[in-house]
């Protein structure tokens, strides 16, 4: 089956600076890469995703970039603010999603 | 547009118990989906259904968990008897893109602890 791999596991970042976390997959017949974020105690919320047709996607701070040859994608966030501390998962998918561990990102004020 | 809505939000059991959770998912989505999300990890699915019929069940563990979705719309998902093991948050989530795995939204969850 599919393995997700997320690095880091905990990211802390000053505000305003940016914040990557990548993800590698095993699995080359996934074609779908979501990327959820986690507030404690509340549930996953879908923040972008990408198809394997599309290198890359832009949704205003945050972009996701996918690598298909190298089998990893990865979630950028720039100008980083408080309210975006959480947990982010990756997950891949050919037929249903595996998700990576999480990486906790801690925006400091 | 509502959300995929669960109860009850939390549950708490002795072991060899038995517990149900009830999913009612976003109006028109044809496709459900249980999760297991334990402290510190990422969800892991339980089950698919697409409509009333079971798509994936392959990391259920049938021995004591059973999960159905009689008329298409809302399910349930039952743990008997309950082991320690499964305390975790459990998710519902559903999608409008038949047969694939695309945009899923998810429910509140309900976590169980089992004592």
């Known amino acids: 089956g599919e393995n997700v791999e997320q690095h880091p596991s905990t990211l802390s970042v000053q505000e305003g600076d940016s914040a990557v976390i990548k993800c590698t997959y095993s699995?080359?017949?996934?074609?779908?890469f979501p990327w959820y974020k986690q507030e404690l105690g509340k549930r996953p919320q879908l923040i972008i995703d990408?198809?394997?047709?599309?290198g890359e996607k832009k949704d205003q701070r945050i972009a996701v970039t996918l690598n298909k040859t190298a089998k990893h994608f990865s979630l950028h966030i720039t100008e980083t603010q408080p309210e975006d501390s959480a947990v982010y998962f990756c997950a891949a998918a050919s037929y249903k999603l595996s998700f990576g561990a999480g990486t906790t990102v801690t925006v400091r004020a | 547009e509502a959300g995929v809505a669960q109860s009850p939000r939390y549950k708490i059991i002795e072991k060899r118990q038995s517990v149900a959770f009830w999913c009612n998912p976003i109006s028109g989505h044809a496709t459900l989906y249980w999760y297991q999300q334990i402290l510190g990890q990422g969800p892991k699915l339980l089950i698919q259904f697409q409509n009333n019929g079971v798509v994936d069940d392959s990391q259920l563990p049938k021995d004591r968990f059973s999960a159905e979705r009689l008329k298409g719309v809302d399910s349930t998902l039952k743990i008997q008897p309950a082991k320690l093991e499964d305390s975790a948050v459990y998710l519902c989530?559903?999608?409008?893109?038949?047969?694939?795995?695309?945009?899923?939204?998810f429910g509140p969850g309900t976590r169980l602890t089992v004592t």
């Open positions: 989530a559903s999608s409008s893109e038949g047969g694939g795995p695309y945009e899923q939204y």
């Open positions: 699995d080359s017949a996934s074609n779908y």
């Open positions: 990408i198809r394997s047709n599309v």
